[in-house]
């Protein structure tokens, strides 16, 4: 049983800032990519940052010089420190990760349950 479970979301103010955490546990061999989506009410669930375990990364336009995403893979954690928060960036915010369980022949992907970002004044 592989697990990813969120933390760090809530109510902030516009031009303020996060930060996000999500810690992957259970018998767990290798992770290869880590990564941080968002859904707004009434939209797709989109991709916001993602980051291989060499620590290549890749942003959405729209968050890019905002936010950052880093690793620790000697926690299995990913983290997501966002800025300059917009309310366009109101979401729930989802960590998935690709990866390989202990005696497992393929790849999967999981997701965590995600946590609530609401930017408001």
């Known amino acids: 049983q592989v697990q990813l479970v969120e933390s760090g979301g809530g109510l902030v103010q516009p031009g303020g800032s996060l930060r996000l955490s999500c810690a992957a546990s259970?018998?767990?061999?290798?992770?290869?990519?880590m990564g941080w989506y968002r859904q707004a009410p009434g939209k797709q669930r989109e991709l916001v940052a993602a980051?291989?375990?060499?620590?290549?990364?890749n942003y959405a336009h729209s968050v890019k010089d905002r936010f950052t995403i880093s690793r620790d893979n000697a926690k299995n954690t990913v983290y997501l420190q966002m800025n300059s928060l917009k309310p366009e960036d109101t979401a729930v915010y989802y960590c998935?990760?690709?990866?390989?369980?202990?005696?497992?022949?393929?790849?999967?992907?999981?997701w965590g349950q995600g946590t609530q970002v609401t930017v408001s004044s």
């Open positions: 998935n990760a690709d990866l390989r369980r202990v005696g497992a022949m393929s790849r999967n992907v999981y």
């Open positions: 259970g018998r767990i061999s290798t992770i290869y990519v």
């Open positions: 980051i291989s375990s060499g620590g290549s990364t």
